[in-house]
C-alpha cells in the first residue's frame, strides 16, 4: 500500500504496467506537441509578445510621451481635457499608465501598424484591452515596446488589471480605432 | 528505546504513534483549521462584492478582505495543514519518534506568531497590497515580517521532518524503502525548503526597503524571485495533496500503486522542474526573452506536467485495481459505481482528483502558454485557475483526509456523520462554481483584483459584455455554496474534535475507518499488473482529449486577436 514500505524491496526491478507505459509516452508526448506549438507560433501566429524593451526613467518616458501629445493632438475629451492623440500610422505611439489614468486617448487607423510604447510612471499596472482581451504588465523604469495592427474599428478601453491602490477600479483608458479615409 | 514509552499503538492501523507527533499534528491542524474559517470568511466577502447585484464592501475593505483571504488561506491554512501532513507522514507512517519535539512546537510557535502579525497588519488597512505585494506598491514592515517570521517556523517544521525520517532510518522503525506517501511528503518539504529560501531571498530585502534601508527595488526581479516563492508554494500544494490522495485510496481501499516506481519518478519530476513555473507570471512582461519564457513556462518541456498526468491516471488506476480485487469486475465502470461514495474521505478525494486534473490541470497549461497568456493574464481566468488546484485540489484532498485523522489521530467519532456524507459534494460543487465562472468571466476579459467591473465612477466608460455579470452572479452564488461547504466542515471538525464522542474498541468494530479490504492482508496479493484497467483507460482518455480539444481551441481565440509582435 501506499502507506507502507513497498513489499517488495526491490521494487525498482518490478515491471511496469502496459497502461502505464502507453499513457507516459503519449503524455510526453503531448508535452512536445504543446513545446512545440510554442515556437511554431513565433514562426508562423501573427500574436506574438514582443523581446523590445528598454529601461527608461519615468520622467524621459512622459517627455517622449507628452512631445508626441503636443504633436499630433487632435482634440480634447470629457471635463478632465483628455487629450486625443492621432499618431501616424506606422508610427510611434506612447501610452502612459500612471495612478490611475492610462494618458492619453490614441486614436489609430485600422489595418495600420503602431509602435506601441508601454511604461508606468509609478507602481506595477496592467494594460487589458477590452474587448479584444490583450493583456500586458506595465512596469515602471522599462519601457516596453510592441508592434500592433487594429483589426477591427470602434471605441476600445484600456481596463487596468493589475491592482494599484484604491483607485484601481477607476483607472480606464481608451484607444479610438478608426478606418482609413 | 528510550522513549518507547511515549508511544500508543494504533488499535486501527496497527502503526505506533508518537505522543509528540501526534500532539504536534493537532495543534498544527487546528490551527490550520482555523485560518481556513478566517480567510474562507473574507473569501466570500470577496465573491460577494464581486457580485454586481449584491457588491457587498466598500473599495478599501474589499481590498483589504482580497490581501487577507490570500493570505489566510493560500498560505496559513494550507501550510500549517501541510506541517501536520509532513508529521504524520514521517514520524506516524514510519512508526518512529518525532526528531526534535522541542523545535517543532518552536517552529509551530513562529508560524502562528508571523500569521498574526501578517492578519494585524493587513486588517490595520495599511498594508492592502495583494497577496503578491509587488513592489513598489508598499506595504508595513511588519506585514513582510510576519511572513518572514512564518515562513522561518516552516522551515524549522521542515528540519524536523528531514530529521524524523533520519532517526527513523537509523533505529530501523521500517523495513526497506519508505512509503509512498512518505516519498510525496518529502517531495512536499524538499520543494517547500527552495520555496522558503526564495521567500527569504525576496523578502527580507523588501522587508529592509519597507523600513528605509535599501531605497530601491527592481520590480521585474523582485516579480522572478517572489514568484519562486508564490508559485513553487502552490507545487508543495500539488507534492501534498497527491501524497494524500494516494494515502486516502490506501487507507479506504487498500490500494496500492500500480508500480512504485513510475509514481515516485513522477514526485522526482516535481522536485526537478516545478520551479521554473516562476515564468508563469511573467509571460507579458517587459524585458524577458521569449525562449527563457518557453522552456521555463513548459517547465522544460512539460516535464512537471507529466509528473501530474502519471499521478492522474495511477491514482485512479489503483483504486480500480483495489476494487477489482475485491471482486467488483464487471464491466468498466462496476467498480467506481460501487465504491463508497458514502464515505466523505473517499468522495472528497475522487472530486479533488477530478478537479484538479480537468480544472486546474488544463487550465493552468492554457494559462501558462506563451502566447496564451495574452488573452488572460491578470483577468479572472488566473483566479479561476488556481481556485481549481487549491481549493478544489488541495483544500478539498485536506478536508478528505481529515475524516481519517479525526477518528485516527483525534480518536474521536465524527459527529454529524449525515452531514460529513455531503459536506464534500456540497463544497466540491461551489468551488466547481468558483473555479468555472471566474474562468468564464476571464475569457470575456474581466479584470481580477478589481473592486467595480461596471466602472461607475471612473472618468471614461466601458461595460463588459452581460455573459460577464452573469458569471460572476453565478461566482457568488457558488461562493455561497462552497462557504456552506466550507461551514458544514468546521462544524462537523471542531463538533467532533472538542465534544465528539472518544472512538473507544466498540465504534472502531462498527464503524471501522480503515477499509475492509485495505490494511495488512491487502498486500498479500499479487502485482497489480494482472488486471486490465478498462474504467481508468476510459477516463484517461475523456481526458487527453478534453486537454487537447482545450488546448486548440484557446489558439484559435488568440488568433482572433489584434496581430503583435
Known amino acids: 500500500m501506499a502507506i507502507t514500505p513497498p513489499e517488495n524491496r526491490l521494487w525498482w526491478n518490478e515491471p511496469l504496467h502496459r497502461m502505464e507505459i502507453v499513457w507516459i509516452t503519449i503524455a510526453f508526448l503531448w508535452g512536445v506537441v504543446m513545446f512545440l506549438t510554442m515556437v511554431y507560433w513565433h514562426i508562423a501566429g501573427q500574436q506574438n509578445l514582443s523581446n523590445e524593451a528598454y529601461r527608461v526613467k519615468p520622467d524621459a518616458f512622459a517627455a517622449k510621451a507628452e512631445a508626441m501629445v ?112 | 528505546m528510550a522513549n518507547a514509552a511515549a508511544f500508543r499503538v494504533c488499535p486501527e492501523t496497527g502503526l505506533k504513534v508518537c505522543h509528540h507527533a501526534e500532539i504536534l499534528i493537532k495543534a498544527n491542524a487546528v490551527v490550520a483549521v482555523v485560518f481556513l474559517a478566517i480567510g474562507g470568511l473574507f473569501g466570500l466577502l470577496v465573491a460577494l462584492t464581486r457580485w454586481p447585484a449584491v457588491h457587498i464592501l466598500p473599495a478599501d475593505l474589499f481590498y483589504l478582505a482580497l490581501t487577507a483571504h490570500g493570505a489566510d488561506v493560500l498560505l496559513f491554512w494550507i501550510i ?35 500569521a498574526l502579525m501578517a492578519n494585524v497588519a493587513v486588517l490595520q488597512g495599511e498594508s492592502s497590497v ?25 522551515l524549522i517544521a521542515c528540519f524536523v521532518f528531514f530529521g524524523t525520517l533520519v532517526i527513523a532510518r537509523q ?37 529592509l526597503w519597507s523600513v528605509g534601508i535599501i531605497p530601491h527595488l527592481d520590480s521585474i526581479m ?25 494515502a486516502i485510496a490506501a487507507m479506504v481501499l487498500g490500494a496500492k500503486p500500480l508500480s512504485e516506481k513510475v509514481s515516485r519518478t513522477a514526485f522526482l519530476l516535481y522536485i526537478a522542474f516545478l520551479q521554473l513555473a516562476s515564468a508563469h507570471h511573467l509571460l507579458v512582461d517587459p524585458g524577458i526573452s521569449s525562449s527563457w519564457k518557453v522552456f521555463n513556462t513548459s517547465y522544460a518541456i512539460y516535464l512537471a506536467v507529466l509528473g501530474s498526468m502519471i499521478h492522474g491516471m495511477s491514482v485512479p488506476g489503483a483504486i480500480e485495481a483495489a476494487q477489482r480485487r475485491r471482486g467488483l469486475t464487471q464491466g468498466a465502470f462496476d467498480w467506481l459505481r460501487r465504491a463508497p461514495w458514502g464515505n466523505p474521505a473517499f468522495s472528497g478525494m475522487v472530486l479533488s482528483v477530478i478537479m484538479f486534473g480537468f480544472l486546474g490541470g488544463i487550465s493552468g497549461v492554457v494559462l501558462g502558454t506563451e502566447q496564451l497568456n495574452l488573452i488572460m493574464h491578470n483577468t479572472l481566468y488566473v483566479p479561476g485557475h488556481f481556485h481549481a488546484t487549491v481549493v478544489a485540489g488541495t483544500t478539498l484532498a485536506f478536508m478528505a483526509i481529515t475524516y481519517l485523522v479525526v477518528p485516527l489521530i483525534f480518536r474521536k467519532e465524527i459527529m454529524f456523520p449525515g452531514m460529513a456524507r455531503w459536506q464534500p459534494y456540497l463544497f466540491g460543487l461551489g468551488a466547481m462554481g468558483i473555479s468555472f465562472f471566474m474562468m468564464g468571466a476571464g475569457t470575456l476579459g474581466v479584470s481580477r483584483r478589481h473592486w467595480d467591473m461596471t466602472f461607475a465612477d471612473a472618468v471614461l466608460k466601458f461595460e463588459y459584455p452581460p455573459a460577464a455579470f452573469l458569471m460572476m452572479g453565478l461566482n457568488g452564488i ?22 465528539g464522542k472518544p472512538r473507544d474498541e466498540a465504534a472502531i468494530k462498527r464503524n471501522p475507518v480503515i477499509g475492509p479490504s485495505g490494511g495488512a492482508a491487502v498486500s498479500q496479493y499479487g502485482g497489480e499488473a494482472t488486471f486490465n484497467l478498462p474504467g481508468t483507460t476510459i477516463l484517461v482518455a475523456v481526458f487527453f482529449v478534453s486537454f487537447v480539444l482545450y488546448y486548440f481551441i484557446n489558439w484559435k481565440y488568440l488568433s482572433e486577436v489584434w496581430p503583435l509582435r
Not at chain 2, 130 to 154: D, E, N, Q, W
Not at chain 2, 494 to 499: A, C, L, P, Q, R
Open chain 2, 478 to 499: 457558488s461562493a455561497l455554496l462552497a462557504t456552506l461547504g466550507g461551514i458544514m466542515f468546521i462544524v462537523i471538525v471542531v463538533g467532533s474534535v472538542f465534544f
Open chain 1, 70 to 181: 503636443a504633436r499630433y493632438k487632435v482634440r480634447e475629451e470629457g471635463d478632465s481635457k483628455i487629450p486625443v492623440v492621432r499618431p501616424p500610422a506606422g508610427g510611434d505611439a506612447y501610452l502612459i499608465a500612471r495612478l490611475w489614468e492610462w494618458w492619453p486617448i490614441l486614436e489609430l487607423e485600422k489595418g495600420q501598424s503602431y509602435r506601441l510604447h508601454l511604461s508606468s510612471m509609478d507602481w506595477l499596472h496592467g494594460f487589458s484591452l477590452q474587448p479584444t482581451n490583450i493583456n500586458i504588465q506595465v512596469h515602471p523604469n522599462y519601457e516596453m515596446v510592441l508592434t500592433v495592427t487594429p483589426t477591427q474599428s470602434g471605441e476600445f478601453a484600456v481596463v487596468c488589471n493589475e491592482f494599484c491602490g484604491i483607485g484601481h477600479h477607476n483607472m480606464l483608458g481608451r484607444i479610438y480605432v478608426v478606418d482609413r479615409k
Open chain 2, 80 to 114: 500549517f495543514f501541510e506541517i501536520a501532513v509532513l508529521y504524520f507522514a514521517s514520524a506516524v507512517l514510519l512508526n518512529s519518534r518525532l526528531a526534535a519535539p522541542k523545535w517543532a512546537w518552536f517552529a509551530f510557535a513562529l508560524m502562528l506568531v508571523g
Open chain 2, 222 to 246: 523582485y516579480k522572478v524571485v517572489w514568484w519562486g516563492m508564490g508559485h513553487s508554494s502552490q507545487q508543495i500544494n500539488v507534492s501534498a495533496h497527491v501524497a494524500v490522495w494516494y
Open chain 2, 171 to 207: 533505529e530501523r522503525t521500517y523495513e526497506g524503502s519508505i512509503p509512498l506517501v512518505t516519498f510525496g511528503a518529502v517531495t512536499a518539504a524538499v520543494i517547500a525548503v527552495y520555496t522558503i529560501a526564495s521567500g527569504a531571498i525576496i523578502l527580507i530585502p523588501t522587508f
Open chain 2, 130 to 154: 495583494m497577496f503578491t505585494s509587488y513592489v513598489p506598491m508598499k506595504a508595513a514592515p511588519h506585514f513582510y515580517l510576519g511572513l518572514i517570521v512564518f515562513a522561518v517556523g516552516a
